[in-house]
């Protein structure tokens, strides 16, 4: 099975909301977790057992077995400091374990097929992420001074925001914001 046709039988585009990307370097196509997750759904892939191989600060490892139907699968979920720069080690090397099983049970390895959380390198690529005039314009409504004595809350607000379109709309509610404030 091809990327397209895994993406017409579970449904999965690459706009608006993107559930696959073609990763360059690697010539693999990268599945988001959430569309792992629910083709796991469709497919009534299910959790079997966890269990902890190694539980640390700086390295997460747990052994995930997962089923469909009959057949089973076990994986290692991983994460340590040098393959994982998120802080929640223990969800990542969840992730990670869930998303391995289930694209082995439907054969996806074979046709070159992964999941964003298997590498920090599958990440999306940069056109989904904010871009610098975006940063630039926060700044400056940052710094109007309609934000005196909320720049915490505002900089924690802002961080939320992984997207173009997320942060197109809060910097719309910014600029409206600072022109009620500063008129």
């Not at 961080?159 to 600072?178: D, W, Y």
Request: some cysteine; glycine content about 6%; proline content about 1%.
């Amino acid at each position: 099975m091809d990327i397209e046709q895994l993406a017409e039988k579970y449904g999965l585009s690459k706009e608006p909301n993107v559930d696959f990307w073609h990763h360059q370097q690697s010539n693999k196509w990268i599945l988001t977790h959430d569309a792992v997750e629910k083709i796991a759904h469709m497919e009534g892939i299910v959790l079997v057992d966890i269990k902890t191989l190694n539980s640390e600060q700086e390295f997460v490892r747990f052994l995930i077995t997962m089923a469909k139907g009959d057949v089973q699968i076990t994986s290692v979920g991983e994460a340590d400091s040098k393959n994982c720069f998120s802080s929640y080690k223990g969800c990542l090397a969840e992730k990670r374990g869930v998303d391995r099983c289930v694209l082995k049970l439907i054969n996806a390895y074979e046709w070159g097929i992964y999941s964003e959380v298997e590498a920090d390198d599958f990440k999306q690529p940069d056109v989904y992420t904010i871009t610098e005039d975006q940063k630039e314009r926060y700044q400056e409504f940052l710094q109007s001074g309609a934000y005196e004595g909320q720049i915490q809350k505002i900089n924690k607000w802002w961080k939320n925001f992984t997207t173009k379109e997320q942060a197109e709309t809060g910097l719309k509610h910014m600029e409206n914001h600072v022109n009620k404030v500063l008129g």
